[in-house]
């Protein structure tokens, strides 16, 4: 094998490596995308059963419960909608009624209530996730004491 001939076997097999590996991570990020939706879009999304969302609002007034063990159960609103949703696990500590929150699950076939494996909270006053609190101002819905006009 001549000298062109080993250099152009490097620069092959190290392309070769960077293909696959940029594949890999494409894959991996395909894998664990999880889209962004708010109540009131639910309606309207063609969303599969099992497939992963992030559902984000407000804790619905009077809507959580404590069940059975580790087991809870609350409304998720945008003002226009409501979604139930059940979490089994440890709440985060700053969850509550009337603030802002962030659940990633999915809908079970045949069952309008959302199954979350993850709860996000938001973490003080002024902090809400930008999607959550864009859609909140879209509708109007008073915020830190101020009424966003629509």
Do not use: C
Not at 74 to 94: A, M, N, R, W
Not at 114 to 129: G, I, Q, S
């Amino acid at each position: 094998m001549t000298r062109k001939q080993k250099r152009l076997a490097v620069i092959a097999g190290g392309m070769s490596f960077i293909v696959a590996a940029v594949l890999l991570i494409m894959f991996a990020f395909g894998q664990s995308v999880a889209y962004f939706y708010v109540p009131g879009d639910l309606a309207t999304a063609n969303l599969q059963p099992g497939t992963r969302i992030r559902l984000g609002g407000l804790v619905q007034t009077g809507s959580w419960v404590q069940g059975a063990g580790k087991t809870s159960t609350f409304e998720v609103t945008d003002t226009i909608s409501t979604v139930k949703v059940t979490y089994t696990g440890i709440l985060p500590d700053l969850f509550r009624e009337g603030q802002g929150v962030v659940a990633e699950g999915s809908f079970v076939a045949g069952d309008p209530v959302f199954v979350a494996d993850t709860v996000l909270a938001k973490h003080d006053e002024t902090y809400m996730p930008k999607d959550v609190a864009d859609r909140l101002k879209a509708q109007g819905v008073e915020m830190g004491g101020k009424e966003v006009v629509k």
